[in-house]
T-cell receptor, first 115, second 111 residues
Framework: DTGVSQDPRHKITKRGQNVTFRCDPI?????LYWYRQTLGQGPEFLTY????????KSRLLSDRFSAERPKGSFSTLEIQRTEQGDSAMYLC???FGAGEVYEQFFGPGTRLTVL | AQSVTQLDSQVPVFEEAPVELRCNYS??????LFWYVQYPNQGLQLLLK??????LVKGINGFEAEFNKSQTSFHLRKPSVHISDTAEYFC?????????FGTGTRLTIIP
């Protein structure tokens, strides 16, 4: 039984560079969520997918952020022209179905450091 | 809009003592409430959730929480803590599938 996996676990980049993170959900889960967690704060919702459809992206922090889930399986989160304020933990979660009755299972996160 | 407030950022507790981690929520509509735990260098794990029904909810690892609508609270309790309970605990509320988290409470167990 494999859980949600994220790659890489850690990323250090220079300001202005682009970064891409990958999330592999639990195989039978059709919902996939992205959250961001900064130091001393709880996770903050960014966007989510049902299969390959992105159902909400209004919470993405700026137009530098984009997410895809092209085949309804894994997802990528890209940040273009990174800024120091983008330094955070990026969390991915997946769930079996819609609604609050279905638990969101979280991955270990990708920690981004922008120098 | 809905939100949760965790009143304590850090809670130190002696091993085998009881603990209560406080959470208050604000919402104008019915809410679903959750407690998650985050162990060091790990992802979030669901401890328990309240969707409807009995206001006393039992979760994993001996934790329980009570939903109190009049006080808009959902406090987490454990009668006797163990060293392994050292972690960050997050209260969360959800609407339309999106979780809104509190700022977290760091539980430190003192041997």
């Amino acid at each position: 039984d494999t859980g949600v996996s994220q790659d890489p676990r850690h990323k250090i980049t220079k300001r202005g560079q682009n970064v891409t993170f990958r999330c592999d959900p639990i195989s039978e889960h059709n919902r996939l969520y992205w959250y961001r967690q900064t130091l001393g704060q709880g996770p903050e919702f960014l966007t989510y997918f049902q299969n390959e459809a992105q159902l909400e992206k209004s919470r993405l922090l700026s137009d530098r952020f984009s997410a895809e889930r092209p085949k309804g399986s894994f997802s990528t989160l890209e940040i273009q022209r990174t800024e120091q304020g983008d330094s955070a933990m990026y969390l991915c979660a997946s769930s079996f179905g819609a609604g609050e009755v279905y638990e969101q299972f979280f991955g270990p996160g990708t920690r981004l450091t922008v120098l | 809009a809905q939100s949760v407030t965790q009143l304590d950022s850090q809670v130190p507790v002696f091993e085998e003592a009881p603990v209560e981690l406080r959470c208050n929520y604000s919402s104008s509509v019915s809410v679903y409430l959750f407690w998650y735990v985050q162990y060091p260098n790990q992802g979030l794990q669901l401890l328990l959730k309240y969707l409807s029904g009995s206001t006393l909810v039992k979760g994993i690892n001996g934790f329980e929480a009570e939903f109190n609508k009049s006080q808009t609270s959902f406090h987490l309790r454990k009668p006797s803590v163990h060293i392994s309970d050292t972690a960050e605990y997050f209260c969360a509320v959800t609407r339309n599938e999106k979780l809104t988290f509190g700022t977290g409470t760091r539980l430190t167990i003192i041997p």
